[in-house]
């Protein structure tokens, strides 16, 4: 099921800017490190990484629900990997692909402050 962004789940991210940028720097180490494939269908970004990042991976989601639920996140172990699946609302439009781009460890340490300064890179 694809998300949609309502007024008790919208499209802000509740770190502020040192904590976001702290964030950043991990996800992109992370993804450094332990990322070996990634694609994207729609809204949704599909992400493995090597077994290795189990536990660092865990405990980013787990940090990436509470600062964005907004998002949805979907962990599992497969194949001798872990694969995340990442789903943006639907009405995340253009700014999916900037969301993701930090994911992808494509943004360490500037984090997009639109969406009323929130940092989650969103056009809103």
């Given at each position: 099921m694809t998300p949609v962004a309502t007024p008790q789940t919208s499209m802000a991210c509740s770190l502020d800017n040192d904590k976001l940028?702290?964030?950043?720097?991990?996800?992109?180490?992370?993804?450094?490190?332990?990322?070996?494939?990634?694609?994207?269908d729609g809204q949704t970004l599909q992400l493995q990484y090597a077994s290795a990042a189990t536990d660092e991976l865990r405990s980013i989601v787990e940090l990436e629900r509470q600062c964005?639920?907004?998002?949805v996140f979907d962990l599992k172990e497969a194949h001798g990997a872990?694969?995340?699946?990442?789903?943006?609302?639907?009405?995340a439009g253009t700014s999916v692909a900037t969301i993701f781009d930090h994911f992808r460890g494509?943004?360490?340490?500037q984090p997009t402050r639109s969406c009323a300064g929130s940092g989650c890179g969103c056009a809103a």
């Open positions: 940028s702290s964030r950043l720097g991990r996800i992109a180490l992370l993804a450094k490190r332990h990322l070996q494939s990634e694609r994207q964005c639920p907004f998002l872990i694969e995340l699946a990442i789903t943006a609302p639907t009405d494509a943004i360490a340490d």
